[in-house]
């Protein structure tokens, strides 16, 4: 009975935490002609309402792609046109073609806040609390305080709640993903995850280590006999669960050729606006985007990302282990952020899921992480005024991880899997305390965050250089994640798993 009180209060003060930011402005409030990703998914509940299938990612006269047209995938869509059936019976001008561009109200934001509010309580939430209980290790009120952190992280309800997306429905399908592979469903964990990527083509981040887990689970069961039709059971799932999605699109070739179109616009370039990736923080000294080809950027970014994503993914290969599918799909999503082609700032979020899955075991690196991940996307949440629940949610995230997990506590140098890095300094450097080293490097990285968060609101860039704060963010955070990618990388490859971590569970 304790369990179940402590369960619905930390579901609450989650609930609460969103609802309560979700009072702030969003993007583009406002903000007239073309508004943000508010208006962006109003508009998109407003073509799949009124146009037919066929012309929804094409651009004709009743729809102006260039004037937030569709360029996420079918399930995207299908989400909005069941939104938009509830809008139309709700006010039919909130979805009513033309006249409803633009549309802002207090009702439509109250609409728009809570359809983000239903799937989060449909999808995203009940999947943190089963991973939590199935696969954290400690007592249930332990299980409990992890699952409370991740809920309150404060990057996801900020964008979602504040800037305004389904962010969770993408990471919630890809999290009963791996919930499916933990508990050795791998057909429901295919599904799951087949649905997800249907409905965020940024779920590629994660398709290598899901790829990789399956195939080498297969290999190890014998690609002969069990293994080889365990192999087709799953490819079959996929398969299955794609055309049923594009079904729709399948009648003329044309339809899924255009969608494909949408979803991966080279056109755009390398990156966009002061994402903390590399070519972001390379393009201060070096002008890439002026000096290389569109060709080259795009060998450059894919060269980088295969050979970064390569070791991790061998490794996983090899040894098939949840504890190995975790670390893998840190170390590819953080790869493709930092090196991959046309990545947005808010694509960190696909990076904090699979950290918020490592919460229990190393609980101070990722709050560590978790709080530079939401740093990294300050310049777009001061442009929406969410100067506030930013501070906010930073700071309770801050104490809550601290608090309820230890994590300054939980530091030593076993705990924090330092084993490489202590083998490096032992025959030099044989009394250094890594362990205090880390924790002194946490605290000056909070401090250096906290100063430029304080810079960036109250100090007025020269006129010469009017982006100076957002780069200087940027850089900050490419270099906290380019030690992360490293540190990642050697608990996976150098790190043997430990026993209570490969608990089977039945």
Same mark, same amino acid.
């Given at each position: ?15 609460t ?6 009072f ?22 407003? $073509? ?33 046109l ?9 006010? =039919? ?27 989060d ?45 389904y ?11 791996i919930?499916?592979?933990g ?16 409905y ?12 990789c ?24 799932? $996929? ?25 991966? =616009?080279?056109?755009?370039?390398l @990156? ?17 985007k ?39 799909? $840190? ?12 990545v ?10 699979? $950290?918020?899955?490592? @919460?229990?075991?190393?609980?101070? *690196?990722?709050t ?20 506030? =629940? ?8 801050? @104490? ?9 506590e ?26 205090? *080293? ?12 906290a ?10 860039p ?7 704060? =957002? ?36």
């Open positions: 009975m304790e369990n179940w009180s402590l369960i619905s209060l930390c579901v609450l003060l989650g609930l935490a969103r609802w309560a930011v979700s702030h402005s969003y993007s583009g409030a406002g903000k007239p002609p073309m508004f943000g990703d508010y208006e962006a998914q109003r508009h998109w509940q407003e $073509v799949t309402y009124n146009l037919p299938v066929h012309e929804w990612y094409f651009n004709t006269t009743n729809n102006d792609l260039n004037y937030w047209g569709l360029d996420y995938p079918p399930l995207t869509a299908y989400h909005s069941v939104c938009a059936y509830v809008a139309k019976l709700l006010n =039919p001008e909130w979805v009513e073609l033309y006249a409803s561009r633009g549309y802002e109200s207090h009702s439509h934001k109250l609409f728009m806040r809570a359809t983000v509010l239903f799937t309580i449909l999808i995203y939430i009940p999947a943190v609390l089963l991973y939590c209980f199935y696969f954290c290790d400690g007592s249930s009120k332990q299980k409990v305080a992890t699952a409370f952190c991740i809920l309150l992280y404060p990057g996801l309800i900020l964008i979602d709640y504040g800037h305004f997306q962010n969770s429905v993408s990471l919630g399908l890809a999290l009963w993903g919930l499916g592979l508990l050795g469903w791998d057909l429901f964990g295919s599904l799951a995850f087949t649905l997800a990527l249907n965020k083509q940024m779920e590629l981040y994660h398709s290598l280590p899901f790829f887990y399956l195939l080498g689970k297969c290999i190890k069961q014998g690609l002969t006999w069990r293994g080889f039709f365990h192999l087709v059971k799953i490819s079959m799932t $996929v398969l299955v669960t794609f055309a049923l999605c594009w079904m729709p699109f399948l009648s003329d070739p044309k339809q899924p050729l255009q969608v494909l179109h949408r979803l991966f =616009p080279v056109g755009r370039g @990156f966009e606006d002061k994402v903390a990736n590399t070519w972001c923080s390379l393009n201060v000294l070096i002008k890439i002026t000096l290389l080809s569109r060709e080259t950027q795009l060998f450059l970014s894919f060269a980088l990302t295969l050979l970064f994503v390569l070791p991790s993914s061998l490794k996983l290969l090899s040894k098939p282990t949840l504890w190995q599918f975790k670390l893998a799909l $840190v170390n590819t999503s953080l790869a493709f952020f930092l090196f991959s082609f046309q947005h700032e808010k694509s960190i979020l696909l990076v904090a899921l699979p $950290v918020c899955l490592v @919460f229990n075991e190393i609980p101070l *690196i990722a560590w992480f978790l709080l530079t991940s939401t740093f990294s996307m300050l310049p777009l949440l001061l442009k929406d005024g969410l100067l506030l =629940p930013y501070v906010v949610t930073s700071l309770a995230f801050l @104490f809550l991880s601290l608090y309820l997990l230890s994590a300054l939980r530091s030593t140098e076993e705990e924090l899997r330092l084993g490489l890095y202590r083998k490096l300094t032992q025959r030099w450097l044989p009394k250094l305390n890594l362990s205090r *080293i880390i924790k002194w490097k946490f605290w000056f990285s909070l401090a250096a965050m100063a430029l968060s304080f810079t960036s609101v109250w100090l007025k020269p006129a010469k250089l009017p982006d100076l704060f =957002p780069v200087l963010v940027s850089v900050l955070s490419f270099l906290h994640f380019l030690g992360f990618i490293i540190y990642f990388n050697q608990v996976q490859l150098m790190e043997p798993q430990r026993k209570k971590s490969q608990k089977k569970t039945n």
